[in-house]
Nanobody, 128 residues
Framework: QVQLVESGGGLVQAGGSLRLSCAAL????????MGWFRQTPGKERDFVAA????????YYADSVKGRFTISRDNAKNTVDLQMNSLKPEDTAVYYC?????????????????????WGQGTQVTVSS
């Protein structure tokens, strides 16, 4: 079992930066691929970025590629999302998610339905 706690959301002007952090409580952090997703009212939860268990492979939605960076620190059980050049359309509730994987499985899902654990979400608002 993994409990996820996000922090770092807030209000920022367009062009600005924010860094989201997700702390994972549990003993098996390195058994989990990690992802960030976002959701706006009335819409489905969308993939933003994901990172594999070792942190050596990262994946991004086209809409954030080149602006957002996902990283993880397996010693601290954290995964971060650095968001630069923010746009008003980035406004959403951002969620951290964890996908538990068997040791021999090398997969980093992008579908939110594949993830096992979710944080409570943190609001990011980008003003124009």
């Amino acid at each position: 079992q993994v409990q996820l706690v996000e922090s770092g959301g807030g209000l920022v002007q367009a062009g600005g930066s924010l860094r989201l952090s997700c702390a994972a409580l549990g003993r098996t952090f390195t058994s989990h691929a990690m992802g960030w997703f976002r959701q706006t009212p009335g819409k489905e939860r969308d993939f933003v970025a994901a990172i594999n268990r070792s942190g050596t492979s990262t994946y991004y939605a086209d809409s954030v590629k080149g602006r957002f960076t996902i990283s993880r620190d397996n010693a601290k059980n954290t995964v971060d999302l650095q968001m630069n050049s923010l746009k008003p359309e980035d406004t959403a509730v951002y969620y951290c998610a964890a996908k538990q994987l068997r040791p021999w499985v090398n997969r980093t899902p992008k579908d939110p339905n594949d993830y096992d654990y979710w944080g409570q979400g943190t609001q990011v608002t980008v003003s124009s």
